[in-house]
Nanobody, 119 residues
């Protein structure tokens, strides 16, 4: 099983910056795709950034994502934070896991990290 853990959330003032991290751990796996989502209070979860395994990233406005392949960590930096950025940020990791010589796809979510932006 591949475990996914987000970290780095917290309370920050509007205009500030925050760096979130997504860490994947387990045995015998490779990552193909990592996406970041967020869920504002009382709203549906929405996609905010994604990074295919090729290294080409797509970001949404003030978000910058980067990846440390050696550590299986993906970071998401959010600049010029606004109150509407408040929410729980989730990481979704997809890839392949080697189980006794056979590759199996996996699709795992973390528990989320809370970001609160104050005015």
């Amino acid at each position: 099983q591949v475990q996914v853990v987000e970290s780095g959330g917290g309370l920050v003032q509007a205009g500030g910056s925050l760096r979130l991290s997504c860490s994947a751990s387990g045995s015998s796996f490779s990552i193909d795709h990592v996406d970041w989502y967020r869920q504002p209070p009382e709203k549906q979860r929405e996609w905010v950034a994604g990074m295919p395994g090729s290294g080409v990233s797509s970001v949404k406005g003030r978000f910058t994502d980067s990846r440390d392949n050696a550590k299986n960590v993906v970071n998401l930096e959010i600049d010029s934070l606004k109150p509407e950025d408040t929410g729980t940020y989730y990481c979704n990791v997809r890839g392949l896991r080697d189980i006794r010589g056979t590759l199996h796809p996996f699709d795992e979510w973390g528990q989320g990290t809370q970001v609160t932006v104050s005015t």
